[in-house]
């Protein structure tokens, strides 16, 4: 059978360069890496305490995301249609969102006049321009990725076999641990590390409710464009913490690749 089917041979000309617009930019960043002082670059104290926050805090970030995602990805999994589908279209929400609507969003939600922010501040805490302000950014953006990746799978393996644990005597607690989650595993470990990825790379969002304070609130993202305008780390550091950026997301795609069933197979 011809697995190339029928497809006018033609749009091979528009999907080549469709496919060059997405790899020569970032051929053009490789290109422009100074490998000589490659080293020196990421180990400058600038470069390590931007990579140093970004790594702490999209970690935690991915705690919490595990911590709430998966709860939620369970309810929309076993929940009806109706109800799923809402769910479903909330969790979307921040991926469609221009991420500086979602850091204006969350500005307004924990600075001194919004709901939480102004409770906060009678006990002397503020979040925003923090480094939990990154955090709570992160973990905004970075949620969905988590919960459609599981839920996906949650739905994807169906209730069969957790029917028949019931059926034996396993609690809902054992269910859980012992049927469902190892079943969704693949989409589990998918998501968190989908959400890591999309944690450290985070910039809007950050930009606006956690600002651009050097060594507290400066991540990656954050430090690569203060570069670009002329302030913070040397454009040759930036240049370096972007190809970091690039081989993360490279190394998130195969692991995400060889969790997916069909490639176990």
Excluded: H
């Excluded at 922010?117 to 321009?129: D, E, K, N, R, Y």
């Amino acid at each position: 059978m011809n697995s190339s089917g029928f497809v006018p041979r033609v749009l091979a000309i528009p999907a080549v360069l469709g496919l060059a617009l997405l790899v020569l930019p970032l051929a053009a960043l490789v290109s422009r890496v100074e490998w000589s002082s490659l080293a020196s670059d990421i180990t400058s104290p600038e470069a390590l305490a931007a990579l140093g926050l970004s790594v702490t805090t999209g970690l935690i970030a991915t705690l919490l995301c595990v911590m709430f995602g998966v709860p939620l990805a369970l309810l929309i999994a076993r929940s009806g249609p109706r109800t799923a589908a809402v769910l479903r279209a909330l969790v979307t929400i921040p991926l469609v969102l221009p991420p500086m609507v979602g850091g204006v969003a969350l500005l307004f939600l924990f600075g001194r006049s919004g709901v939480l922010g102004g409770a906060l501040s009678m006990w002397g805490i503020q979040v925003p321009f923090t480094s939990a302000a990154v955090v709570i950014a992160q973990t905004f953006v970075a949620l969905p990725f988590l919960v459609l990746a599981l839920e996906g799978s949650l739905r994807a393996t169906g209730v069969g076999y957790e029917q028949v644990a019931a059926a034996l005597g396993a609690g809902r607690w054992t269910t859980l641990r012992k049927v469902t989650l190892p079943l969704a595993a693949p989409g589990l470990v998918a998501g968190v590390v989908l959400c890591f990825a999309r944690a450290i790379g985070e910039f809007g969002a950050t930009a606006l409710f956690a600002g651009n304070a050097p060594g507290v609130t400066q991540t990656m993202p954050l430090a690569i464009y203060t570069a670009f305008n002329g302030a913070g780390i040397s454009q040759g550091t930036a240049v370096a913490l972007s190809l970091m950026l690039l081989v993360t997301a490279v190394a998130v795609l195969l692991l995400v690749r060889a969790w997916r069933p069909e490639a176990q197979r």
